[in-house]
C-alpha cells in the first residue's frame, strides 16, 4: 500500500498503459519467474487476475472445434471460459485417481495416442479444488506427453506458494508450456485483481505467433491492466516472499482445524478426504446416499451455518470441497466445529437428517453462530 500511496499523485497511470504491463513489473516479474520458478525463454503478460490470464490462453490457441481436457474434478471457472469461447462440446474430461486425485497420467497418455488428441490440456498446481500437489516427476510426464502430442499443456499456478510438510510447488517450460500465476491469494490482492502468463518466447514457442496473437486478445479484454494495480504488485514484489511464508505458515492450525471437522468422513482412514498438500482445500466425499451434494450445502448453511462448494460445480456430484483460510485462527475453530456437527449429523441419521434437520447436539444456539465460507 505504501507504493500505491507513493504513486498517487502519477498522473501517467490514469493513460492507457503497455499491453504486456508496466515495465517495471514485467522486469520485476521475469526476475521471480527465472529465479523462483525456474521458467527459460519465456514472455510475460499481466492480466487482470489468473481467470482472465485463462480466458486469453483459450482464445488465443483454441478454435471452437480443438478438444481440451479438464481433469475432474475441475476448477469451475476454466470450464466456463471454454464454454464461453464456443468449446463446450469439446471438452474431455480426464481422471484423476479416485484415492490420491492426482491426474491420471496414464489416462492421459491415451488420450493424446488417439486419432483426434486435444489441442490443449490443463493441470492446476496446487489444485483447486482437490488441494493435491503434483510432484515434479508428475509435471514433466505430462510436458513430454503433451510434447510429443504437439498439445499445449497449461498450468495453473495459482497457489504456487501454499505447500505443506515439506512439500516444494515446481514448474516445467517449454514450446508447448504456458504458465498462468496469480497475485491474489499469496499476497492478499484479491480485489486489485493482478495475475499474468509466462509464455514460451518466439524462438522456445511452438507457434512463434503467439505472444502476437495473445496481445490481440489482451488489447480487446481490457486493453491494459489497471495501472494502480499493478504498481501495487510491484511493491508486493519488492516486499519479498518472506511475508508470504509467514502467512502461508500460519494457516497451519486452520488446516489441522478443517482436517479434523473432516473426520467423520474418513471413518478411521483417510480414505474419504484428499488435500491439504497445497492450496487451501480439502476434498471430502459425502456418506453414501449424498449424492445430492447441492442439498447436503444447502442444508448445511440452513442448519449448521457453514459453506462449502458442492462437488458438482467442480464435475464430482456427492464430494464438497472445503477452505481453510480466509478466516482468522478464531473463527475458523469455530466454523470447524459446526462443520463437524453437521458432518456427524450426516454419518448418524443418514437422508432423515435433511428431513428431520434436528442436531445432534441440543441445545445450540444458532442464531449466535456465523455464517462461516469455508
Not at 499474468?196 to 491494459?224: H, R, W
Amino acid at each position: 500500500m505504501d507504493a500505491v500511496v507513493a504513486s498517487a499523485g502519477d498522473h501517467s497511470l490514469n493513460q492507457y498503459g503497455s499491453g504486456a504491463g508496466l515495465p517495471d513489473l514485467v522486469k520485476a516479474l521475469e526476475h521471480k519467474l527465472a529465479t523462483e520458478n525456474g521458467i527459460t525463454q519465456f514472455e510475460v503478460m499481466v492480466t487482470a487476475g489468473a481467470n482472465q490470464a485463462f480466458t486469453n490462453v483459450v482464445l488465443t490457441l483454441l478454435d471452437s472445434q480443438d478438444k481440451v481436457v479438464l481433469f475432474k474434478p475441475y476448477y469451475f471457472n476454466h470450464l466456463m471460459a471454454v464454454q464461453m469461447t464456443g468449446g463446450a462440446d469439446n471438452v474431455v474430461y480426464g481422471r484423476c485417481n479416485p484415492e490420491s486425485w492426482h491426474p491420471d497420467l496414464d489416462w492421459l497418455e491415451e488420450c493424446l495416442q488417439s486419432s483426434h488428441p486435444p489441442r490443449m490440456v490443463v493441470l492446476v498446481n496446487p489444485c483447486n479444488p482437490t488441494g493435491v500437489l503434483m510432484s515434479k516427476s508428475e509435471l514433466q510426464r505430462a510436458h513430454k506427453l503433451c510434447e510429443q502430442a504437439g498439445a499445449w499443456l497449461i498450468v495453473d499456478n495459482t497457489y504456487e506458494h501454499f505447500t505443506y510438510d515439506g512439500r516444494q510447488h515446481t514448474c516445467v517450460s517449454g514450446p508447448h508450456v504456458v504458465n498462468i500465476f496469480s497475485m491474489s491469494k499469496a499476497f492478499g490482492m484479491m480485489g486489485w485483481r493482478l495475475g499474468y502468463i509466462a509464455y514460451p518466447n518466439a524462438d522456445l514457442a511452438a507457434d512463434p505467433e503467439v505472444g502476437f496473437q495473445m496481445s490481440k486478445v489482451q488489447d480487446t479484454i481490457p486493453i491494459c491492466v489497471t495501472q494502480m494495480s499493478q504498481v501495487a504488485a510491484l511493491g508486493a514484489l519488492q516486499a519479498g516472499s518472506s511475508w508470504v511464508r509467514q502467512q502461508v505458515q500460519g494457516l497451519s492450525s486452520n488446516r489441522e482445524a478443517i482436517l479434523d471437522a473432516l473426520s467423520p468422513l474418513a471413518d478411521g482412514t483417510n480414505s474419504g478426504v484428499a488435500g491439504g498438500e497445497g492450496a487451501i482445500y480439502f476434498w471430502a466425499k459425502l456418506p453414501q446416499g449424498f449424492e445430492d451434494d447441492e442439498a447436503v450445502v444447502s442444508w448445511l448453511v440452513k442448519e449448521h451455518q457453514v459453506c462449502v462448494v458442492p462437488g458438482t460445480a467442480c464435475g464430482c456430484p456427492g464430494y464438497v470441497r472445503v477452505a481453510f483460510a480466509n478466516l482468522d485462527e478464531g473463527k475458523c475453530k469455530q466454523a470447524a466445529a459446526q462443520l463437524k456437527r453437521g458432518l456427524q449429523q450426516l454419518v448418524h441419521q443418514g437422508a432423515a437428517a435433511l428431513d428431520g434437520s434436528t442436531s445432534v447436539e441440543t441445545g445450540v444456539d444458532r442464531s449466535a453462530a456465523p455464517n462461516e465460507d469455508l
